[in-house]
């Protein structure tokens, strides 16, 4: 299980690493024409190291820290569904292409010029796709709460803390006042559920 916590803790770095802003403006120095096609090889590559990793937790021998009931597996499931349909709320409120990369092979750097997004569940919480995505985790755990399992939610939630913080700071230094204000009207988890 040790392996398994350095390959998701590598992976996570390499994971903020690379979505860095500084990486991403010094590999758009050096190589210009190359830069519109940073962020749809980020996702690739993001997506096929998750797998690739997730395939070899699920080949690791392991051990129940104890046998969900009917009540906890359905609490499992309306964790995966609430958080699966929240992730794809919130995906709503975006330009999925620019967030999976399409829009700038097509349009370049220009296709980061996009305005601080918060309408939608922007305005009940200020990272709705990170709280469906620790749903989705807290589901999935709760079918199979398993040692291999139990290593994977501590690090996919401890990056999700870390990444949220190091996603504020990029927000607040490339929007700044405008960051600022929406940071002080809306809670980083949800307080409140109803729509003003």
Not at 5 to 23: C, M, Q
Not at 49 to 60: A, D, T
Not at 161 to 182: D, N, P
């Amino acid at each position: 299980m040790m392996l398994l916590a350095i390959y998701w803790t590598v992976y996570f770095a390499l994971h903020s690493l690379l979505a860095a802003t500084w990486l991403k403006d010094a590999v758009a120095r050096r190589w210009p024409r190359g830069a519109r096609f940073y962020r749809l090889a980020y996702n690739q590559g993001s997506v096929w190291g998750f797998l690739l990793i997730l395939r070899y937790q699920s080949q690791l021998p392991e051990s129940w820290l104890f046998r969900p009931g009917a009540g906890l597996t359905g609490l499992a499931y309306g964790l995966l569904a609430a958080g699966l349909l929240l992730a794809a709320a919130a995906l709503r409120g975006y330009d999925v292409a620019e967030f999976a990369g399409w829009a700038y092979v097509r349009r370049g750097l220009a296709a980061a010029d996009v305005p601080l997004r918060t309408q939608g569940l922007n305005r009940l919480v200020r990272h709705p796709l990170h709280l469906g995505f620790a749903g989705v985790l807290l589901g999935f755990w709760l079918l199979a709460p398993t040692t291999a399992r139990t290593v994977f939610l501590l690090c996919n939630l401890a990056y999700l803390a870390v990444g949220t913080w190091l996603e504020e700071r990029k927000l607040a230094l490339r929007f700044g006042e405008a960051y600022a204000q929406h940071r002080a009207q809306v809670a980083l988890l949800p307080t409140r559920w109803h729509v003003k």
